[in-house]
């Protein structure tokens, strides 16, 4: 069974970046069944795709969200088993629950997995 | 500008009601969309993808169908349980798309 586990601090100032790292157990990131990216909900609002990847070969493939992209970096360890997401230049939009997931690469990337979560508050 | 609508935004039910959501694309694409359950203070949950693949676990009075730019979540014989937020997903190129979300809530 894979479990996902969001970990990053809890508060970040306004201009500054936003680091999260997910560990993934039970499963490979390698497994190219599957992307796997961050999706996140602002408090009392809907679900917002924010990025995915999946390892081609030794190479890690990205794709992000058109609003995020300028300001958003997805990165992978395999070694570690974990992905990364760093937003920079954050401001309270960016304020948010956090969700790692695992992706269905094969059905349209639905994601049959997800993290707990882990909540972001942009505030100085 | 590719987006997902539901309909509707909210629905008030009873216990044993069957309930529809309806999700529209603003374009047409293959046929696989997918399904989410959240319950308050919880990470969403997949029901359905492909349409009407149930995901594993999941009770079948959950089912999905649709295509093209139309699709219908049913619950039938609602549960307790199943007072929560439902969100459909597609997938354009590459990137992911959720819909607006339908909280169904207790009559």
């Known amino acids: 069974q894979v479990q996902l586990q969001e970990s990053g601090p809890g508060l970040v100032k306004p201009s500054e970046t936003l680091s999260l790292t997910c560990t993934v157990s039970g499963d490979s990131i390698r497994n190219n069944n599957y992307y796997w990216g961050w999706i996140r909900q602002p408090p009392g609002k809907g679900l917002e795709w924010v990025g995915s990847?999946?390892?081609?070969?030794?190479?890690?493939?990205?794709y992000y969200n058109p609003s995020l992209k300028s300001r958003l970096a997805i990165s992978a360890d395999s070694s570690k088993a974990q992905l990364s997401l760093k937003l920079t230049s954050v401001t309270a939009t960016d304020t948010a629950m956090y969700y790692c997931?695992?992706?269905?690469?094969?059905?349209?990337?639905?994601?049959?997995?997800w993290g707990q979560g882990t909540l972001v508050t942009v505030s100085s | 500008d590719i987006h997902l609508t539901q309909s509707p935004s909210f629905v008030s039910a009873s216990v044993g009601d069957r309930v529809t959501i309806t999700c529209r694309a603003s374009q047409e694409t293959n046929n696989y969309l997918a399904w989410y359950q959240q319950r308050p203070g919880k990470a969403p949950k997949l029901l359905i993808h492909?349409?009407?693949t149930l995901q594993d676990g999941v009770p079948s009075r959950f089912s999905g169908s649709g295509s093209g730019t139309e699709f219908t979540l049913t619950i039938s014989n609602l549960q307790p349980e199943d007072f929560a937020t439902y969100y459909c997903q597609r997938l354009y190129d590459y990137e992911v798309i959720f819909g607006p979300g339908t909280t169904v809530d207790s009559k």
């Open positions: 990847m999946y390892y081609r070969g030794v190479t890690v493939i990205t």
């Open positions: 492909a349409a009407f």
């Open positions: 997931g695992r992706l269905l690469r094969y059905s349209a990337a639905a994601v049959d997995s």
